[in-house]
């Protein structure tokens, strides 16, 4: 168990204008599911914020001691310990919630793996659900500032599987998981969070 927090400058700066577009989307649900919890500074924050729903972080085993860390130190009745979630794996599948959020996932990940979550996303989410995930992304196969060209070479150097996704194609996943887009809302820093609601059949 690592005895200090892990620290996110990045996570810091997002959190509340982040906040601020899923507090709606998530205003009826019950439990939310966070993909990639990262270092825990969101999962603390969201679940201050929004005491009506259980916030249940989820990341690959080596991330859980640093949300582990910020989860003891907030000790918030409402946030609970991280599970083991690898998108390529099939447990989390058995898992069911009315919201799902991930942050920085998509252009960290292989294009397999962002295929994988979204569809997994479509199983674990129930209807009518919110499906909120945050990052930069393409538009019409163009960058959408210089930074963000930088940050994809950035990102393809250090892993060539990885790198900024293009909305469309992501979109297009989410439409065969079964949601449906419902806000495309402009961050800081040239990021995007974008919504889906699960189809009510």
């Known amino acids: 168990m690592i005895s200090?927090?892990?620290?996110?400058?990045?996570?810091?700066?997002?959190?509340?204008p982040i906040l601020a577009v899923i507090a709606p989307a998530f205003a009826s649900a019950r439990t939310v599911l966070e993909i990639g919890s990262g270092t825990g500074q969101h999962a603390v924050h969201f679940g201050a914020a929004l005491p009506h729903l259980v916030w249940q972080t989820g990341d690959v085993e080596d991330n859980h001691p640093g949300i582990c860390a910020w989860l003891k130190e907030a000790a918030l009745p409402n946030v609970r310990s991280p599970l083991r979630l690898d998108v390529d794996g099939r447990e989390w599948l058995a898992l069911r919630a009315d919201g799902v959020f991930s942050a920085n996932t998509a252009h960290i990940m292989s294009w397999e793996q962002v295929v994988n979550m979204i569809a997994g996303v479509g199983v674990v989410l129930l209807p009518g659900g919110a499906f909120c995930?945050?990052?930069?992304?393409?538009?019409?196969g163009r960058y959408t500032s210089a930074s963000n060209a930088q940050f994809d070479q950035w990102l393809k150097a250090r892993d060539p599987r990885s790198g900024i996704r293009d909305f469309e194609a992501v979109n297009e996943l989410a439409s065969l998981a079964g949601l449906d887009l419902q806000a495309d809302h402009a961050m800081p820093a040239n990021n995007r969070t974008l919504v889906w609601r699960k189809r009510v059949s």
């Open 133 to 140: 995930l945050y990052g930069p992304f393409n538009y019409g």
């Open 4 to 16: 200090h927090k892990p620290f996110s400058q990045a996570c810091e700066n997002n959190k509340d």
